[in-house]
């Protein structure tokens, strides 16, 4: 019985360490932010359908940048390092393009 309680811990401990390796809190929460971002200047006019989907394509390769990162379970810090630049970089093309001088055309 110890045994099994033994192997059962050490079980639950190797998950939890596997999960800790993989876990990129940080760029999860920047790139909600950044999906959020550009949401309201959808919604706002503040971008063009077209801007929209260029930040949006932008997302979703920074998804699959990740997901690449995290196949052998472990994200080291040079992978972290080139999906932050990639949110750097997207996070410029956000601005830019919210701030430029195109507006949607409201047809409420």
Not at 11 to 18: C, N, R, Y
């Amino acid at each position: 019985m110890k045994k099994l309680i033994a192997i059962g811990l050490m079980v639950i401990t190797a998950s939890s360490l596997i999960s800790a390796q993989t876990a990129t809190p940080g760029i999860d929460k920047a790139q909600k932010h950044q999906r959020s971002r550009i949401h309201q200047g959808v919604k706002s006019g503040e971008l063009t359908r077209r801007e929209a989907h260029q930040l949006n394509k932008q997302q979703i390769h920074i998804q699959k940048e990740k997901r690449i990162a995290k196949i052998d379970g472990v994200v080291t810090s040079r992978e972290r390092k080139h999906i932050k630049h990639e949110q750097k970089r997207a996070n410029k093309n956000i601005a830019v393009k919210k701030y430029n001088r195109f507006e949607r055309r409201n047809k409420s």
